[in-house]
């Protein structure tokens, strides 16, 4: 062993390095023990996403109460649905028909993006319903979280609609309209869309039955002479006169949304036979 200056100096950059050696070892274990503890903690919120008897207990905590986010057990795809929000909670009981009532507690949830919706009875809420976990958002370093690819540009929104020729979806929007039957039944009035009230508003001055109507776009339907005198016209107001054609029906029009949008669905049932029937000589639906 040399024991010139330079010898010694050597042996001390030795003794440092194994030093920094160690140290860049000991946060190396660290680092690792915190990515397996970050792993575990991921992969057991991910076994709870899947299995319905994982956390299930978190749903009678409290009460539910309407507008409470939860996620809800889908029997026919075997996995939890992530978007669901409840819609109403009964307190007395709910008469759907001549053979079913809701009992009090009942819960209406609503769920993909308000597509789906169903009733949950009380003693079904801890196995369809639970309260959303917190989510960790980056569960541990250098294993990026899963995120879900982006939609090609261009592509179809069909694609990514939810599929509605499904038992599940059939079952739920019958109890749905139940739900609303009832509802309309028990304040004794019609079913109101609270997205399109029936207001007064814009170009609309009153509300007009048919044989009210004397005039369309401004122009009275039995001539000038009929809005100069004042004389009720006697001509009968007709939804189509002559021919019906497409263009009879225009998106905008006042009052003919309804139309359009009965129109549409008579477009798509069926291949548009029933449309075909209704517009003859119509080469296109559009």
Same mark, same amino acid.
């Given at each position: ?9 050597? #042996? ?7 030093? +920094? ?13 915190? =990515? /397996? ?17 994982? $956390?299930?207990? =978190?749903?009678?905590?409290?009460? &539910?109460?309407? !507008? ?6 889908? =029997?026919? $795809? ?5 978007? $669901? ?26 769920? @993909?993006?308000?597509?789906? =919706?169903?009733?949950?009875? *009380? #003693? ?11 989510? &960790?958002?980056? *569960? ?14 261009? %592509?179809?929104? %069909? ?25 309309? @039944? ?14 007064? @508003? ?8 048919? #044989? ?7 122009? *009275? ?30 998106? !905008? ?6 139309? /359009?949008?009965?129109?549409?669905? &008579?477009?798509?049932?069926? +291949? !548009?036979? #029933? /449309? ?11």
């Amino acid at each position: 062993v040399s024991s010139a200056p330079g010898g010694r100096a050597l #042996h001390g950059r030795e003794r440092m390095s194994g030093i +920094a050696s160690a140290r860049w070892l000991g946060d190396l274990g660290k680092a690792l023990d915190e =990515n /397996v503890q970050g792993l575990v903690e991921w992969l057991d919120l991910k076994a709870s996403s899947l299995l319905p008897s994982t $956390g299930l207990a =978190n749903a009678h905590r409290r009460a &539910l109460r309407p !507008g409470d986010a939860v996620h809800v057990w889908s =029997n026919s $795809g075997r996995r939890w649905i992530t978007d $669901g929000v409840v819609s109403e909670v009964t307190a007395p009981g709910v008469k759907v028909d001549a053979h079913q009532t809701l009992p009090a507690g009942s819960v209406k949830v609503v769920f @993909q993006a308000g597509s789906g =919706n169903k009733w949950v009875l *009380p #003693h079904q809420v801890p196995e369809v319903l639970r309260l959303p976990t917190p989510s &960790l958002e980056q *569960p541990f370093r250098q294993v990026p979280t899963p995120q879900r690819p982006a939609a090609r540009p261009g %592509a179809a929104d %069909a694609a990514a609609a939810p599929a509605l020729a499904t038992g599940d979806t059939c079952e739920v929007a019958l109890a749905g309209l139940r739900a609303v039957e009832v509802k309309c @039944q028990r304040e004794g009035r019609p079913f109101e869309d609270p997205e399109f009230p029936p207001e007064l @508003q814009g170009r609309v001055c009153r509300w007009c039955r048919p #044989h009210e109507v004397t005039a369309h776009a401004g122009r *009275p339907l039995g001539g000038l002479a009929y809005e100069l005198f004042g004389i009720r016209t006697p001509m009968d107001w007709q939804l189509f006169r002559g021919a019906p054609r497409a263009e009879d029906v225009q998106q !905008g029009e006042l009052g003919d949304c309804w139309l /359009v949008s009965s129109l549409s669905v &008579l477009a798509e049932f069926r +291949a !548009g036979r #029933h /449309v075909h029937a209704l517009l003859p000589g119509q080469s296109r639906l559009s």
